[in-house]
């Protein structure tokens, strides 16, 4: 069962998963869990413990997020409502708040390193399955990169637009092949190597 309620990343993961031949459930409802560790691993483990409970069958969950070196890590944990942390709330207007969440994610990023010249930054994911009330397994993957100077492309979500990987000179949102470079990809291969350890 992959346990998120974003949509993009649902199909993201899934389409993964397939090519990895795993089958896969979608849960029969959505759960409003609390990311609150200060850490991808932990709010993985947060989500997929609360999706094992409440449905009693292996459940997959996944936290990501963008981290920025001249931003000291940030957006980390909060890449999905980085708009609403008072961290830099300063460079959005009020009339900003008109545009989708990811566009403002993006442009609160974009306005924060408009002056400077470190612009390093790798996209982290940490996915945990819970088999059992007291086994689960994880995997982590980094894709390193640095923020371009502004948004293109059309064929990711979140960040995607404004994250130019190592070797590349394109956006993400630019890679077709997105889904075989991505961090998710390197953190489910990860946990597959470990699920064959234990199986």
């Given at each position: 069962m992959i346990c998120t309620s974003n949509k993009k990343k649902?199909?993201?993961?899934?389409?993964?998963?397939?090519?990895l031949?795993?089958?896969?459930?979608?849960?029969?409802y959505e759960l409003d869990v609390e990311e609150t560790a200060n850490t991808f691993l932990s709010n993985a483990y947060l989500k997929a413990r609360a999706y094992y409970e409440a449905f009693g069958i292996p459940a997959l969950a996944d936290d990501s997020g963008l981290v920025i070196e001249a931003l000291g890590g940030r957006p980390g944990v909060y890449s999905a409502r980085f708009y609403k942390e008072e961290f830099g709330s300063h460079v959005l207007k009020e009339e900003d708040y008109n545009l989708p969440k990811d566009d403002l994610n993006n442009l609160k990023v974009l306005r924060l390193l408009e002056n400077e010249e470190n612009r390093r930054a790798k996209f982290v994911s940490a996915i945990v399955v819970m088999m059992s009330n007291s086994q689960?397994?994880?995997?982590?993957?980094?894709?390193?990169?640095?923020?371009?100077?502004?948004?293109?492309?059309?064929?990711?979500?979140?960040?995607d637009p404004i994250f130019i990987p190592e070797g590349y000179d394109v956006s993400l949102a630019n890679i077709e092949h997105k889904n075989e470079i991505s961090h998710r990809r390197k953190a489910l291969n990860a946990l597959f190597d470990m699920l064959k350890k234990v199986l």
């Open positions: 649902f199909e993201e993961i899934s389409s993964m998963l397939k090519a031949n795993i089958e896969f459930v979608k849960p029969p689960g397994i994880f995997g982590e993957g980094e894709l390193k990169g640095y923020i371009a100077k502004e948004p293109s492309g059309s064929l990711g979500f979140g960040y």
